[in-house]
């Protein structure tokens, strides 16, 4: 059996003890300000807790109104808060050990209000507000209610807070001499620069005394110009250390830095380096983070002694069950984070609650019975496609107790995340084929690979028949289209046909762009996800840290083929993508030359390439090959001609309507249909 001992070493604070290594980082969820939010926060961390963390941090809550991220966003300064605060840590610590912390964030110039503060009048490149510099009175004030809010904290039963100073809010401004430009005692030079964080930690301590938990989240690498340098970090980790923080917590880049810091393109436990660096300096015990996604790595990060305790959020999310599967031996049953953002972050940008593209249920425990107490009679289904909404649905009907039974067409399961895994940099999606297949076997799901199932040949005797067969690429009506120059995204992708040295890709959505993505490789000397190095290169973060910030101009490597990424709206190229990603796709093309156009007109297709109108003008782009990428159509034949015949058939994922589908739709409808059947 697979063990993981470092993880599961208890630390010892002295005053208390954390039952393993691992922390559940903050995450703003959005169930802060919905309606019983702190109810359907407590299932949320209650869930957790149960699964095995360690130590659970809260999303951010903001000491005073001008602290906020939002308007609405929330805020602790009052007794009478603390009764809903009290639900949360009551349901958590249910479970025997499980602690958690109130995470405190003062947004500062990222406030998206008018009424947000900084140490200086100087507006984000993020934000439309431009804050108001806090006065020293302001400064002084806003240490106060850093202070009342731990002690309205640890009235509500937490554990312990975790001071945010990081991922350039309100402390992280202060700090760094890009936003902080003041000349009171609060600015100047960096022992200036780090008081106000210092006099909150020492506020704070004065309030809720020795026994309770305090957690810095120092940034140690920021990631933006006139960030701090490496001298700077160490001096301030040490004076954190000399004030009584119990732990360092590890923050990497401000939210303005154009770095890609969390999302799947980054290799795994990318900035574990940083944590290690300071470990020289300080003997407070340290944690890192970002990247972190399996028990291996955690296992890796900790034996290496890079920190003493790791800190995931998002994977919390995709399997609160994390830990105990861990614990338990048996890591193939995880349902891995594959860092998209497209459920967490991504919502949250969009003012939605967050939850999670390979685990829906995330956020929205209450709206689902546990599948450990669901009684029912036994139902048998036959499940046609094994992509992600057939295998969803089949493994949740399965754990609900029925009969499932897979057909796919195909020698292996897993749809077209078998071709989102290919794309470099989205290597990750691997790992959710993984979890299905392991789960298809645990719980003894009938699965017939190579079974095309037509009307004629699925056997009628089930109660319920799911289609989830997915989509077929769009051939648009272009003149010449049957040209051998053309090929679809799968003749590319998943049949791997070989192209030219210049191509034209129609259509600039998300398999455009991960199309370009690919043929922007050399595939003879591919990098991998693990290749760190060339990562570092490429985004220009200077892990020797000699300037200010750790970043130094990037070195990206050209496209080995001319590529033309088309579009016919007028709009920004890669505007669909994802809230939080996409600027880093567009980016990574831009960087290795490859041409975006917008507003084009196709005419026709021959022998010398594709014949466009861009801008009225007539030209003709002289390729090698043409690979569409423009859409999906419903591959939905079975279900009509089914329907025809019988009421228990049902369709899910692209077959149902191809239009905008990705994982995150075709999961959740698998999910969401498994629990309305099984009723
Ligand atoms: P599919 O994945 O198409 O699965 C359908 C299955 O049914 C297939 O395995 C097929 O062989 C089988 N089948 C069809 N007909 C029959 C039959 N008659 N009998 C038996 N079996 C049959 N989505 C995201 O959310 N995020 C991403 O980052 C992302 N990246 C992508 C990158 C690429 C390159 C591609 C191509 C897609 C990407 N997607 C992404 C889209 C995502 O993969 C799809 O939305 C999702 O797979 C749809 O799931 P599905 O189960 O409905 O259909
Ligand atoms: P898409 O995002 O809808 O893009 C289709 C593209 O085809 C558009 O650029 C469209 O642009 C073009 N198009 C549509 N009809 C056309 C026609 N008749 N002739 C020529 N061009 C046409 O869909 P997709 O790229 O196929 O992706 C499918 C789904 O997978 C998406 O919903 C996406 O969410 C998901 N996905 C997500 C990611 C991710 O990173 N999050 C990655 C890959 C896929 P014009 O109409 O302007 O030409
Ligand atoms: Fe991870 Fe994607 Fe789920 Fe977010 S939505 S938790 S990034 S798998």
């Not at 050990?97 to 507006?123: E, F, M, T, V, W």
């Not at 020293?136 to 937490?158: E, H, M, P, S």
């Not at 614990?327 to 967490?344: D, L, M, V």
Request: hydrophobic share 35%; proline share 4%; glycine share 8%.
């Amino acid at each position: 059996m697979q063990s993981f001992p470092h993880t599961f070493k208890p630390l010892d604070l002295g005053f208390t003890q954390i039952k393993n290594r691992v922390v559940m980082g903050s995450m703003h969820t959005g169930l802060e300000e919905a309606d019983n939010g702190f109810e359907r926060m407590a299932s949320y961390f209650r869930e957790r807790a149960q699964g095995g963390v360690g130590l659970i941090i809260t999303g951010g809550i903001s000491p005073n109104f001008s602290g906020r991220v939002a308007p609405h966003s929330s805020q602790l300064s009052f007794p009478w808060q603390v009764g809903k605060h009290k639900i949360i840590t009551d349901a958590v610590h249910e479970t025997e050990g499980a602690k958690i912390c109130l995470q405190i964030l003062h947004s500062g110039r990222y406030g998206y209000h008018p009424l947000c503060a900084a140490p200086s009048k100087i507006k984000s490149p993020i934000s439309p507000f431009t804050p108001r510099a806090l006065s020293t009175w302001g400064v002084k004030k806003t240490i106060r209610d850093f202070a009342n809010c731990a002690k309205l904290a640890q009235k509500a039963g937490y554990d312990g807070i975790e001071v945010m100073g990081s991922e350039g809010y309100l402390i992280n401004q202060f700090v760094a001499p890009r936003t902080n430009k003041r000349d009171d005692q609060y600015g100047g030079d960096i022992n200036n620069r780090i008081r106000f964080p210092l006099e909150i930690i020492d506020a704070v301590r004065n309030k809720v005394g020795k026994n309770f938990i305090i957690v810095f989240r120092l940034s140690m690498l920021d990631l933006v110009d006139n960030g701090s340098t490496w001298e700077e970090v160490v001096m301030f980790a040490k004076a954190l250390e000399s004030v009584g923080v119990d732990l360092i917590n590890t923050g990497i880049g401000w939210h303005e830095a154009r770095v890609p810091t969390i999302a799947t393109m980054v290799p795994r436990a990318a900035f574990t380096w940083i944590t290690e660096k300071l470990k020289q300096e300080v003997s407070t015990p340290l944690i890192t983070t970002n990247r972190i996604n399996t028990p291996e790595v955690i296992e890796d990060v900790l034996s290496s002694g890079h920190a003493d305790m790791v800190c995931m959020a998002r994977p919390f999310l995709a399997d609160p069950h994390f830990l105990s599967k861990a614990a338990n031996g048996k890591p193939e049953a995880i349902n891995t984070c594959i860092s998209c953002n497209q459920a967490c972050l991504d919502h949250v940008f969009q003012q939605k609650i967050s939850s999670c593209l390979v685990n829906p249920k995330a956020c929205h425990e209450t709206e689902f019975i546990a599948t450990d107490s669901f009684t029912s009679k036994q139902k048998t289904f036959a499940v046609v496609g094994a992509g992600p909404a057939g295998l969803s649905f089949a493994i949740e009907a399965a754990k609900l107790g029925n009969n499932v039974t897979v057909y796919e067409r195909n020698d292996e399961i897993g749809g077209q995340f078998n071709i989102a895994k290919e794309i470099p940099g989205k290597e990750e999606f691997k790992e959710t084929i993984r979890y299905f297949n392991y789960h298809i076997e645990s719980l003894g799901i009938t699965l017939k690979l190579n079974s095309e199932v037509t009307p004629d040949n699925l056997i009628d005797s089930y109660d319920h028949v799911i289609i989830a067969t997915g989509i077929r690429p769009r051939v648009p009506d272009i003149e010449g289209i049957a040209s051998p120059k053309v090929l679809t995204y799968q003749d590319l992708l998943w049949k791997k046909q070989a192209v030219g040295q210049t191509v034209a890709l129609i259509g600039a959505g998300g398999i455009g762009f991960d199309a370009a993505e690919f043929l922007a490789h050399d595939h003879n000397n591919l990098p991998t996800s693990l290749d760190k190095e060339a990562f570092f290169e490429e985004w220009g973060i200077d892990t020797s840290y000699k300037n200010r910030g750790a970043i130094k101009p990037k070195v990206s490597e050209s496209s080995p083929r001319k590529i033309y990424l088309l579009q016919r709206k007028t709009t920004k190229m890669g505007k669909g993508l994802g809230k939080t990603t996409g600027w880093i796709h567009r980016q990574s093309l831009a960087d290795k030359g490859i041409e975006m156009i917008s507003g084009v007109n196709y005419k026709k297709i021959t022998d010398k390439g594709l014949v466009v109108t861009i801008d009225n003008k007539e030209t003709t782009l002289e390729v090698d090959n043409i690979v569409l990428c423009s859409g999906q159509l419903s591959n939905n034949e079975l279900y009509h001609s089914l329907k025809k015949h019988q009421d228990n058939v049902h369709i899910i994922g692209g077959a149902s309507l191809a239009s905008e589908i990705d994982a995150k739709r075709a999961i959740d409808e698998g999910i969401r249909l498994a629990h309305t059947l099984a009723q």
